[in-house]
């Protein structure tokens, strides 16, 4: 792959290993929900979430359409 | 423009470069990052970006045939990650993440995922470089993925491990921890995590494997946008989970102070008087501890930096700002004794932290129950620290805590048969050097305590 502005190497078996990173991914992601169901069930309290999901809400931007 | 006024950071990406006007942060941008950037702008990608906080924003100043200049909003004092705590740190890698999720989902990517991109501002990360967006191109790995690995996942994992200090790591690696020396350090039992194994242990083994193979710089990888994304997500979810279990000096320091509570509100009362007497609205509290006194200023100053060299109490200071959604309150871990030095190319890449805290003209420092730790545990004569803090602020407030407070005598005993050459440690000769220096506008005992108070303005 050809990357016209490339200032620092990405490293190939970086770019290579994000197929194996993303099986792993999908493991631990696995494993996540099914504790996170566990946590649900016997009602594990959750601490105060400081730094919120992933997921980036996009309202503010919605609501202007 | 010519580019004399180039920032000394400045200069690693061809698309553009930081420049200094007038004292005005300036973004030029070379035409090489013509297309990308007005693509960002009249997409309304760059807006979605200031909207949602990723970004800092910026508004354009001039454009023609040869470079566009923006003006983003000034950032007065820019930290850098081995300055940061550890939720400090966990929260600039979460918003990288974040900013990746984002760019990929509105048709982006980030083309680089450097630590340096982010600094603190208003309370929260913020990704500062705004020439790091690209067009996400179907089925393209993330070019950044091993940068974002060096710069935040590292560390993170080894700060897990062994604790606080291998967060200062980016001072020594200013590009990031070799993931190979990464792998050799972690114990054995981190293999069996599935996220450590595919991002450090695998990605170590690919990156030495490939590396030594000209050939395969043309190599074609594809990974569906799907997959980059579990990525995403499960490095996301791993470092929001990570914790740090280092005990530090730093634990419930003010339920053992060694005056009462009348005494410490007297204290309180006095600092805020003194800053207000001099108008101060930029504070910098120097070994600030979990910023108990900082806060007793906040609603008063637009802006204050606390240090501290304990890493917890940085860290629980940062948790309470995100809490109170402090917005003029900056924690930082730094030792008085050895402070971030200049790093980089020339030495100027990076600033020293005396550097810029003096750049960002603070009215004022404070330095409470401080000294006896420079003077007694660092040895540095009186006159010395006097210039120190003299070259940092106009103004100092400082606390004088006398032979006879118990704290003083206990370092003064911990010195056994040197303790004679301390006999130098009192007030007069205090007051002696730091005059030479400084004029006295106030001094005040602190009631029933061996604590005196001064506010001394620099001459």
């Known amino acids: 792959m050809k990357f016209p502005f490339l200032y620092f190497d990405p490293g190939t078996g970086a770019l290579v290993v994000q197929v194996l990173a993303a099986a792993g991914a999908g493991i631990a992601l696995f494993y996540k929900k099914i504790a996170n169901g566990f946590k649900s069930v016997f009602g594990k309290k959750e601490e105060q979430d400081l730094m919120g999901d992933i997921n980036v809400d996009d309202k503010a931007d919605d609501s202007k359409q | ?459």
């Open chain 2, 1 to 459: 423009m010519t580019q004399n006024n180039r920032h000394t950071s400045s200069f690693r990406d061809p698309s553009g470069y930081i420049s200094i006007r007038d004292g005005v942060v300036e973004r030029v941008i070379n035409p090489i990052y013509f297309s990308k950037y007005k693509s960002l702008s009249t997409s309304g990608f760059y807006k979605k970006l200031f909207d949602t906080g990723l970004l800092i924003p910026h508004k354009e100043v001039s454009a023609n045939d040869s470079q566009i200049i923006i003006e983003p909003e000034n950032i007065s004092f820019f930290s850098y990650p081995y300055e940061w705590s550890f939720s400090q740190y966990k929260h600039a890698a979460l918003h990288t993440l974040k900013l990746q999720k984002y760019c990929l989902q509105h048709g982006y990517t980030l083309k680089d995922a450097t630590a340096f991109n982010i600094t603190f501002f208003k309370g929260a990360p913020v990704f500062v470089d705004t020439l790091s967006f690209d067009a996400y191109i179907e089925g393209e790995p993330w070019r950044a993925y091993k940068q974002f690995l060096m710069h935040f996942l590292a560390p993170l994992v080894l700060a897990k491990y062994y604790g606080n200090d291998m967060l200062k790591q980016l001072q020594l690696h200013i590009d990031g921890i070799p993931l190979q020396k990464v792998a050799k350090l972690l114990p054995f039992s981190a293999r069996f995590s599935p996220v450590l194994y595919t991002n450090i242990y695998l990605t170590a083994k690919y990156d030495t494997k490939y590396s030594s193979d000209e050939g395969n710089a043309d190599r074609t990888v594809t990974i569906p946008k799907a997959g980059q994304l579990k990525i995403l997500d499960a490095l996301y979810d791993y470092i929001k989970g990570l914790t740090l279990n280092e005990k530090t000096e730093w634990k419930d320091y003010y339920t053992i102070t060694n005056y009462d509570a009348a005494a410490f509100d007297y204290k309180k009362q006095l600092v805020k008087k003194w800053t207000a007497q001099v108008d101060a609205k930029k504070v910098v509290d120097l070994g600030g501890n979990d910023g108990t006194f900082a806060r007793e200023l906040a609603p008063a100053v637009t802006e204050l930096l606390v240090t501290d060299i304990d890493p917890n109490a940085v860290d629980y200071n940062y948790q309470q700002v995100l809490k109170n959604k402090e917005i003029n309150i900056l924690p930082l871990v730094s030792d008085l004794l050895n402070p971030a030095p200049g790093i980089g190319f020339n030495n100027t890449e990076r600033l020293p932290l005396q550097e810029r805290i003096a750049n960002n003209q603070y009215d004022v420092a404070m330095a409470l129950a401080l000294i006896h730790h420079i003077s007694l545990t660092g040895n540095v004569p009186f006159s010395m620290s006097a210039q120190m803090f003299a070259r940092l602020t106009p103004y100092l407030i400082i606390e004088f805590p006398d032979r006879e407070d118990s704290w003083v005598t206990f370092l003064l005993k911990s010195k056994r048969e040197f303790m004679g050459h301390f006999d130098y440690y009192n007030l007069a000769n205090f007051e002696n050097d730091y005059l030479k220096v400084f004029n006295m506008v106030q001094k005040q005992k602190i009631p029933n305590t061996e604590r005196t108070l001064y506010l001394l303005k620099r001459k």
